[in-house]
């Protein structure tokens, strides 16, 4: 019941459609597992008993908040749940070894160590899979995370688990039962100490029942609001105008779909929805992620019809700019200048495709590109050791290994528009606060979100993928654009407000005010500290705490 009651009460915090005041519910989702796990520990349970009730609080907790995945491709979505949970198992098990080997005290303060040292590697490794980190937890309330801009969104998972921590701290203190002499694993003797007092040692003024905790929830949040409140958005501003095509893209967006639109008429209506909104006034023109599907060879481009339609398009508007979603492949000269996810045939040669960012600075500048970097694992990116299991799973998109890129490309100013200088974010990686900082490290003033949300069908996948861009335009204090080619299509200012959104599932386009912000915020400047120091820090105490285990066996000996 424990272990079915911490998953349920998680994923109240991420509810089907965002609601604030269930973001509360983050702060006690954890607090289910710490009894469970007391509670086990107590009876000196075996350790494949301690995980299998683990693993079915996270099998669950992965389950119902990330279901919408299956929508892509069924397989896809089970291997998600099933292999996301298990890799969660290790920082709760690594807790767990710790406690036993050096106390309550520090055995407790490590579990936000770990779990935030694994939040971190679960942002850059191949397997990456970020959407149950707990600070982004906080996409339906940015009004109370307005702090992220200093400590990014692991400062919101650091929060959950003091409060969480305090909590159980709380209830030890009040509920006798629960505060009871342990034995066998937790029972290490006189220097451990009493139970109640061995997790958090609470201040002597806190006399009245969960003081701590309340405050410990109320000062953030009264802080973020100090400082939402006294923020004003900053820079010069210009006009952009986001497009939504509104493709099917399991009937309509591709060739072979029962109901395919050619891509000709493909580009007459991104044309036309951009026409319908367009202004003297208008400096830069959104399409979604692969707006122009077909593959683009990038050396041959501008040979392309389309290119030049396009080209003669931007020549009727000038001072006009265009970033658009396209595919594209490059080749490689030979085997040894290829990259790591470069395919080979024997009439093209050595070549990588691209899921691409493509920006018409004007009618005859040459295209810039971006090559999208943080890629869907099983699907984008391959391991490896996977490809032969995963390499016939859809999670919507390109299927197969793409090629990226290790920059964080910001786009040229137009000479018009000096401080317009476009952050190329796509899709999936809006998921990504320091990967989104770094645009503004290298002087984006402007995040511009391009994306195909339909993979999901109407499901919470692309409710939270909106919001999560409000977290990113709190880090960065930028404004963001999004085109999506169904989904939302909008603007969310520098405070995280969404200030226009269009409905999904039907054609339109959004014309916008934004802001031109090039002041870089610390969390932007500085990067990932909290996850960086947690790794150094779980690093550190697993070797102590293994020292202190071989130390313990040899005496014993």
């Known amino acids: 019941m424990l272990a079915v009651l911490s998953g349920l009460l998680l994923w109240g915090g991420w509810p089907p459609q965002p609601s604030a005041p269930l973001s509360l519910l983050l702060f006690i989702g954890w607090v289910p597992y710490l009894l469970m796990e007391r509670q086990l520990t107590r009876q000196g349970a075996r350790k494949r008993r301690v995980f299998a009730y683990t693993y079915l609080f996270l099998v669950l907790w992965n389950a119902v908040t990330t279901w919408w995945v299956s929508y892509a491709e069924l397989t896809a979505g089970i291997a998600a ?3 996301n949970a298990l890799l969660m198992c290790l920082p709760l098990m690594a807790f767990r070894q710790t406690k036993k080997r050096l106390g309550n005290r520090i055995g407790y303060l490590s579990l936000p160590v770990f779990w935030i040292a694994f939040e971190q590697l679960h942002l850059t490794w191949d397997l990456t899979w970020p959407w149950l980190t707990l600070g982004n937890g906080f996409e339906a309330a940015p009004q109370w995370v307005q702090w992220y801009e200093y400590t990014g969104f692991l400062g919101g998972s650091v929060w959950v688990w003091v409060v969480n921590l305090l909590l159980f701290h709380e209830l030890l203190k009040r509920i006798p039962a629960l505060a009871a002499s342990t034995r066998g694993q937790e029972n290490l003797g006189k220097n451990s100490g009493p139970d109640r007092r061995s997790i958090i040692a609470g201040p002597a003024f806190a006399r009245g029942p969960f003081v701590i905790p309340a405050l410990a929830i109320l000062l953030p949040i009264g802080l973020s609001y100090l400082i939402g409140a006294t923020y004003q958005e900053k820079g010069p501003t210009t006009e952009v105008i986001v497009v939504q095509p509104n493709l099917d893209p399991y009937v309509e967006k591709f060739e072979g779909g029962a109901k395919f639109v050619p891509y000709d008429e493909q580009l007459t209506r991104l044309l036309a929805l951009s026409e319908q909104k367009l202004t003297p ?26 290119i030049r339609r396009i080209r003669e398009w931007l020549a009727r508007h000038p001072g006009v700019a265009l970033l658009t979603g396209i595919t594209t492949i490059d080749s ?20 990588d495709v691209f899921n691409t960012g493509a920006y018409f600075a004007d009618a005859t500048a040459p295209i810039a590109f971006y090559h999208k970097s943080r ?130 599932w039907v054609p339109t386009a959004s014309r916008g005010t934004v802001h031109l912000n090039d002041e870089v915020t610390f969390y932007a400047r500085y990067g990932e500290l909290i996850g960086q120091g947690t790794q150094i820090l779980a690093v550190l105490l697993l070797l102590v705490a293994l020292a202190v285990g071989w130390r313990k066996k040899h005496l014993a000996q």
Not at 285 to 292: D, G, I, K, N, S
Not at 337 to 350: C, I, W
């Open 81 to 83: 749940v099933v292999l």
């Open 281 to 306: 006034q208008t400096r830069l023109v959104m399409w979604p992620e692969t707006a122009l599907e077909e593959s683009y060879w990038e050396n041959t481009i501008e040979s392309n019809p389309k």
């Open 332 to 351: 490689y000269p030979n085997k040894e200048a290829a990259s790591e996810t470069a395919r080979y045939r024997d009439d093209l040669g050595y070549y």
């Open 375 to 504: 890629l869907v694992p099983g699907v984008e990116k391959v391991p490896p050791l996977l490809v032969s299991i995963v390499s016939h799973i859809d999670l919507g998109g390109t299927v197969g290994s793409v090629g990226s890129q290790a920059e964080r490309t910001v786009y040229p100013a137009h000479p018009s528009v000096p401080a317009l200088r476009v952050a190329p974010v796509i899709c999936y990686e809006s998921i990504y606060g320091d990967f989104v900082a770094k645009y503004a490290r290298n002087g984006a003033t402007l995040l511009s979100v391009i994306t195909n949300d339909a993979w999901w069908h109407d499901s919470p996948g692309y409710r939270r993928l909106l919001r999560l861009g409000a977290l990113r335009c709190i880090e960065t204090r930028r404004d963001l654009a999004r085109s999506a080619n169904t989904g939302f299509t909008g603007f969310i200012n520098q405070k995280g407000e969404i200030t226009q959104v269009e409905p999904a």
